[in-house]
């Protein structure tokens, strides 16, 4: 009899499950703690109880853990100086969506060479998680393979569910399990429907197959997830961060019965993809907040050590250390200054409550 199954796979390896990597790399108490207190403080502020800004800023993309380190090191000092005006979260994302080909992130090719050594990849990224949580810094990511969240969600404060894949079933229905709040990203082409449809179904309980902590093939019935709300990124028509598209996202997700809150990305559409000018997105959304758009709980920046990127593979040399491989940052003294101007700006914000 002719083969039907598995006719274009090469090789299926089987990896350890879920809960011996965890068990190799345990939570302790003290990253545990800086897990937990995180994701209150998020809710806190999307229930518009806690009057800070939540600011989820760092690499586009984790390709080096030891500049990943070093980033976080520095943020946990001005974490703790600023953190009465903002919460700060660490963006640590080990999984980069691709429209066509390219690297797809840490966890997928530690060793970026196309060795594609993914178990490694999973130990690596929890091990960082560990180190940086051991710092008191709260982590967030984007979740893009449904079954990663097994080796790593324990450490995730906050979550994101991309552009391309906030329509996505599969990524609904993950996002009704998870333990954390999730942000849903606008459409590529800046469709706020899409991320409002994925708000409402997460917020469900769903069932589905998916894998538990010893890797068995599951069905996975879910509670759904009150904690989802609307990240603004921009859109092939451009920015949807000024007071108009705002306003608009306000009523839009009044109309649906969601609560009326919203995180805005300062990179991607809203910067036209120029790291430099997510200051400007950064600025303006902040003084629409001052000014009492109180909607607006939250910024996302994409930020590193070095300003820029540099191209990856790089022909003819070792790879910059501190320099994005992926999209362009801001590098380090720019980041400084705009979290330091944001805290001044909410420090002067008047009514707080």
């Not at 598995?6 to 190799?24: D, F, G, K, Q, S």
């Not at 969506?97 to 990224?125: C, F, M, Q």
Request: glycine share 12%; charged share 20%; net charge neutral.
């Amino acid at each position: 009899m002719l083969p039907t199954k598995n006719l274009h796979v090469r090789t299926l390896e089987p990896i350890r499950p879920p809960n011996a990597v965890c068990e190799t790399l345990p939570l302790a108490v003290a990253a545990a703690d800086t897990v937990v207190a995180g994701r209150a403080a998020v809710l806190r502020i999307l229930q518009r109880d806690d009057p800070r800004l939540l600011v989820v800023v760092g690499p586009c993309s984790i390709h080096d853990p030891t500049g990943a380190r070093d980033y976080a090191a520095r943020l946990s000092a001005l974490r703790a100086e600023l953190g009465g005006e903002l919460e700060i979260v660490m963006r640590v994302y080990f999984e980069k969506p691709r429209t066509t080909l390219g690297w797809k992130g840490l966890i997928n090719d530690p060793h970026l060479d196309g060795s594609y050594e993914v178990e490694e990849g999973l130990h690596i990224a929890r091990r960082l998680l560990l180190d940086i949580a051991n710092l008191g810094v709260p982590a967030a990511t984007e979740f893009l393979d449904p079954i990663v969240p097994q080796y790593t969600a324990d450490l995730i404060t906050w979550a994101a569910i991309g552009a391309r894949t906030t329509e996505s079933q599969t990524h609904r229905e993950m996002a009704s399990g998870l333990s954390m709040p999730v942000g849903f990203k606008n459409g590529t082409n800046g469709s706020l429907q899409v991320a409002i449809d994925a708000m409402r179904a997460a917020r469900h309980p769903h069932s589905f197959l998916g894998v538990d902590e010893q890797g068995r093939t599951s069905i996975v019935r879910t509670t759904g997830n009150p904690g989802g709300h609307l990240v603004l990124r921009g859109g092939r028509g451009g920015a949807n961060y000024g007071r108009t598209s705002v306003s608009g996202a306000e009523r839009r997700l009044e109309e649906a019965g969601l609560p009326v809150v919203m995180m805005v990305d300062c990179s991607h559409a809203n910067s036209g993809r120029v790291a430099a000018r997510q200051e400007d997105v950064w600025r303006g959304v902040i003084q629409q907040r001052v000014a009492g758009t109180r909607s607006l709980i939250g910024l996302m920046v994409e930020s590193y050590l070095e300003e820029g990127s540099q191209p990856f593979p790089k022909a003819g040399g070792e790879l910059r250390y501190g320099l994005s491989i992926t999209d362009p940052c801001v590098g380090w003294a720019t980041t400084e200054r705009m979290l330091r101007w944001g805290a001044e700006q909410m420090g002067g914000a008047s009514p707080r409550s």
